[in-house]
RNA sequence: GGUCGGAUGGCCGAGAGGUUAGGCAGAGGUCUGCAAAACCUUUUACAGCGGUUCAAAUCCGCUUCCGACCUCCA
């Protein structure tokens, strides 16, 4: 029935998606680290899987769709030295590490909220699950795939890569790998390998994040709580696993192995990567001081934007591009999203007054198709929205009776937009003001000025039309009639 | 330096051997008391040089430039 096929990280491949146990499907998202605002760039990632989430809901899957939180274990580096990201920021602020972790949160869902992503099924917690990373952390051990050095466990990557292809995701040679990393093998006596990293660490005296295990106090390592959480709600084996790009080399890599030193396969069966957003074409990142903020992009009040920005305009600008690809922030890129985004819901606006014929000379089918072919070809959102365009200009077509439409196609089509915009695509129209008062008024005062023009008094149509212009009003005549906006 | 991925018209961005992607901007038009808005039509393209092919933006090779990862990042 559904013929949607899922580029594979893993294969380098479109592959037909099969899920497991259908009508069920499994599906991990590694979530932020909550030691400070979640910027721009991370809200796309989780855009696209919202897309994901959307699109398999739609075709009937009953999916549970788990994206953590991490608040422990990420260390400010990847070769598991330095503090702990939340840890330091408590200790700067003089908070409880939960204390950061809850108000970046809060404010990570009122910005998920507001760009319209749906919850995910279930928002774990790597603190919640201090126990079962300490469980797959012995079975690792007892699996002879990690070594314990001073309360502090170590996998074994040259070991594990003897039986498992560990930079299968990655597709890299592990030589190089090791080559590569050889010189900042200094300083770290506790491991034996440069590829080597933590399960489990013991915790330093002053370090405020401790929990009791079998090797002493300490905590988990930054990559075992996907692999806990993930196995404890999806299970040893489940269907899409996904993240940002940046992960495949080192988190999704070292999540593979942990997995498979424990059941001898990977956890997933598709692995799904989302590009980067970029300024001027550089990854937008901190360190290069090109990001800002979602609520800072909504208000305009940060250098590099010359406004303000609507939620639903980032929405609809982030689907303009795949989600494979990098995406290239401008002021003018975005300005003309908002155009387009504006085209798109007044067309969809016009549809339930569209007039019915006795036939159709629009071949609502075919529209349909080319939308479900797109979204079926990994999720091509650009393209699906170029084939709702093109129904643009039919709708429009028939508005102006150049087309026509039975009025069964006019249901068909008022649904595939009904679904597709607001149900796949998650857009949803904004609404400038639905306060009835101001409703009202407009229209009693749009009807005076139809009036005094009927009566070619234009000099008091004009001051009206002028006067409410100044108040941020926009008059527009139209052939059907007199209707207004905000500006 | 190593590995991987890119270079598409003024901008953003799809496509991936033969047929117009789409959006925005520009130009022309329709409508209109005027204006705006809206709608219609429409120009400009596949980094460079070779090769394969009846046919290349699309495949292969080289060159140039850019990015990502290898060091914190979705």
Redesign the pocket.
């Known amino acids: 029935m559904h013929d949607l096929h899922i580029y594979n990280t893993l294969t ?1 491949r479109k592959e037909p998606f099969q899920p497991l146990n259908p009508p069920h499907v499994g599906m991990y998202v ?4 909550l030691y ?1 605002h ?9 855009l696209s899987f919202d897309i994901v989430f959307r699109y398999l809901r739609h075709l009937g899957y009953k999916v549970r769709y788990v994206r953590n939180i ?1 608040d422990v274990g ?9 503090e702990d ?1 939340v840890a330091k920021r408590a200790r700067l602020e003089k908070l409880e590490p939960m204390e950061i972790v809850q108000f970046y949160a809060v404010d990570f869902h009122r910005i998920l909220d507001k760009l319209n992503l749906l919850p995910p099924s279930i928002e774990p917690l790597a603190s919640g699950h201090i126990p079962e990373q300490i469980e797959m952390t012995q079975r690792i051990l007892q699996n002879g795939m990690a070594y314990e050095v001073n309360g502090t466990v170590w996998f074994d990557v040259e070991k594990f890569a003897k039986v498992f292809p560990y930079t299968q995701l ?4 592990l030589d ?2 090791l ?3 050889r010189d ?1 093998l200094e300083g770290q006596d506790e491991k034996r390998g ?1 590829l080597d990293f933590a399960l489990w660490k013991r915790a330093t005296p002053g370090h405020i994040m401790r929990w009791n295990s079998p090797w002493g106090v300490g905590f988990p390592g ?1 990559h075992i709580e996907c692999s806990a959480m993930s196995t404890k709600y999806l299970g040893e084996e489940f269907d899409i696993h ?10 999704h890599t070292n999540e593979i192995a942990q997995h498979a030193a424990c059941y001898h396969k990977n956890p997933a069966r598709y692995w799904m ?6 300024v001027n ?8 001081g090109n ?1 800002f903020l979602p609520a800072e992009l909504f208000s305009g009040n940060h250098p590099l934007l010359e406004r303000g920005y609507s939620p639903m305009v980032v929405r609809f ?1 982030m689907l ?11 002021n ?13 819901m ?2 969809l606006e016009l549809i339930p007054h569209l007039p019915v014929s006795d036939t159709s000379t629009v071949d609502v089918p075919a529209l349909r198709q080319a939308v479900y072919r ?1 979204m079926n ?2 999720f ?1 959102t ?2 699906a ?6 129904g ?6 028939i ?2 009776g ?1 087309d026509t439409l039975t009025a069964a196609d006019k249901e068909q089509l008022q649904k595939l937009y009904n679904e597709m915009v607001f149900d796949v695509l998650g857009l949803k129209p904004e609404k400038n003001s639905d306060d009835t008062l101001v409703t009202g008024l407009m229209q009693l005062i749009l009807d005076i ?1 139809s009036e005094v ?1 009927s009566k ?1 008094d ?2 008091t ?2 001051k009206i ?1 002028d006067a409410l212009a100044k108040l941020g009003i ?6 059907e009639g ?2 207004w ?1 905000r500006t």
């Open positions: 380098r590694c979530g932020p680290t400070t979640a910027h721009l760039g991370n809200c796309r990632t989780f991490t990420h260390l400010e580096s990847d070769a598991d030295e330095g990201k990655s597709n890299r040679q190089e790998l080559d590569g990393t900042n440069r930054w996904g993240g940002g790009m940046d992960l495949i080399p080192t988190h990567h989302t590009n980067m957003l970029t074409g550089q990854k937008m990142s901190k360190s290069l990001s600008f303009q591009a795949h989600y494979r690809s990098t995406l290239d922030f401008s003018f890129a975005i300005q003309a999203a908002e155009k387009g985004f504006q085209r798109l007044a067309a797109a070809d990994d091509n650009p393209v929205l170029a084939e709702l365009f093109e643009v200009r039919h709708i429009y077509a508005h102006e150049r000025r023009r070619k234009y000099a149509s004009d039309r926009q008059v527009k005549d139209g052939k007199t209707t906006s």
